[in-house]
């Protein structure tokens, strides 16, 4: 899937969790928990040397690069639960042990906001043609649905360009209308 599609994916499964667990978090937190959903969706593609993330995080490149040799290629470490675990963990670790106590609610409730983002990234990719690598490093991937590559989402496809994009922009539109209050309660 594209950059963009991950992105809407992402935006999606964040609202959805912001609609099921509101909480106040002023305009200032609400704006770096929509960044941190978005870069955590961009995020499992930094193995890629071309990655969308790569090109606008400083070092994201040297980074991608690095992942890209650890783990073999693209679509693997970082797609995988041991690179979700990993990289969810570090970053709770550096949460945990770099920024003052008082920054703590707010920094896990982004960290939250990141690792849906990179979840919804995974999950999504599960739908692809390509499958995800989820016990990486054995070489199994797993696709929903089973079967054969045609019943699956192909990277920049009609189903991708307009069916899915296009599903989540009139999900996202409906599940925004239905609860306007609680979002604009956000931006308090």
């Known amino acids: 899937m594209t950059s963009v599609t991950h ?3 992402a935006l999606t499964a ?10 106040t ?11 941190a959903v978005m870069v955590g969706a961009l995020t499992p593609d930094l193995d890629q040397p071309a990655a969308n ?3 606008r995080l400083l070092g994201a490149r040297v980074v991608g690069k690095i992942a890209n040799q650890f783990s073999g290629g693209h679509r693997h470490f970082t797609h995988s639960i041991l690179g979700l675990l990993a990289i969810g963990y570090g970053l709770h670790w550096i949460i945990n042990h ?3 106590p008082g920054m703590a609610n707010s920094a896990q409730f982004v960290w939250w906001a990141f690792m849906i983002g990179y979840v919804s990234h995974i999950v999504a990719d599960t739908f692809t043609d390509r499958g ?7 070489p199994w991937h797993f696709q929903i649905p ?6 699956r989402v192909t990277t920049g496809s009609f189903v991708e360009v307009l069916i899915l994009r296009g599903g989540l922009i009139i999900f996202l539109a ?6 306007m209050a609680i979002f604009l309660n956000f931006w308090k």
Do not use: C, D
């Not at 089973?146 to 019943?151: K, R, S, T, Y």
């Open 25 to 35: 978090s002023g305009p200032a937190l609400a704006t770096i928990v929509v960044i």
């Open 7 to 9: 992105q809407l994916v």
């Open 98 to 100: 770099w920024l003052a």
């Open 174 to 179: 409906i599940l925004l209308r239905s609860n």
């Open 14 to 23: 964040g609202s959805l969790v912001l609609v099921t667990h509101p909480q």
């Open 132 to 138: 995800v690598p989820w016990l990486w490093p054995l």
């Open 146 to 151: 089973p079967g054969p590559a045609v019943f």
């Open 53 to 55: 993330l790569g090109n």
